[in-house]
């Protein structure tokens, strides 16, 4: 298997532009994470999806950010109107069904992307 | 509060051993977590521990856990230069909590 894929690698825009980041989790993992993380805030939450599902979103930071999972290998996740503030990277994750067939939760192990590094000037 | 905190900075000798520190809150978690950042890339799960073991060792990896303590440690045997990178641990509880991440450097 691949990983988890996301694109695109590298964002650079302006401020007030929108932003849609990608992510493929990997195939039969049945949720999905997005992160974001900062030198000052480290590494945030945002929202995770169960079989296409928002469960928690409550990490997401304001209006201007929203997540969407229309099928069981991608989402996105859209910043409008960017700003400068939202200049960090963002990380996807997604976490895996264990031999026996058995869901796995949220917080079971969890594999990242390679993160989108976004800078929005 | 969920808190997990970590030293932000080991630097060590290429050779020696590195044991980078974790302390958590809640004592309800179940799992914990070590993973590994390298510039540009990623969080890879080096190792986890359930919580009701108190030590775990996988090749050059110890894990040591003080429930009583919320105390968890990550100790990298014969260090390389190859190791160097940032180390998260993370709490399970009804989500998975990241610590400030730990910055190894290892010098030949």
């Known amino acids: 298997d691949a990983g988890v894929i996301q694109s695109p690698r590298h964002e650079v825009t302006e401020m007030g532009q929108e932003v849609t980041l990608r992510c493929k989790p990997i195939s039969g993992h049945d949720y999905l994470f997005w992160y974001r993380q900062t030198m000052m805030r480290g590494l945030e939450l945002l929202i995770y999806f169960n079989n296409n599902v928002p469960i928690d979103d409550s990490g997401m930071p304001e209006d201007r950010f929203s997540a969407k999972m229309p099928n069981a290998s991608f989402s996105t996740l859209k910043i409008q109107p960017s700003e400068p503030r939202d200049s960090a990277v963002y990380f996807c994750?997604?976490?895996?069904?264990?031999?026996?067939?058995?869901?796995?939760?949220?917080?079971?192990?969890?594999?990242f992307g390679p993160g989108t590094r976004l800078t929005v000037l | 509060g969920e808190d997990v905190e970590q030293s932000l900075f080991l630097s060590v000798r290429e050779g020696d051993s590195s044991v980078i520190n974790c302390t958590y809150t809640?004592?309800?978690?179940?799992?914990l977590y070590w993973y590994k950042q390298e510039p540009g890339a990623g969080l890879q799960l080096l190792t986890y521990?359930?919580?009701?073991?108190d030590m775990k060792q996988d090749q050059r990896l110890t894990v040591l856990l003080n429930k009583k303590d919320k105390h968890l440690s990550l100790r990298i045997a014969d260090t390389q230069t190859g190791d160097s990178a940032i180390y998260f641990c993370a709490e399970a509880t009804d989500k998975l909590i990241f610590g400030t991440g730990t910055r190894l450097q290892v010098f030949p």
């Open positions: 809640d004592s309800s978690s179940t799992y």
């Open positions: 994750a997604s976490s895996w069904v264990d031999s026996a067939g058995t869901s796995g939760s949220n917080t079971d192990t969890q594999y």
């Open positions: 521990i359930f919580s009701n073991m």
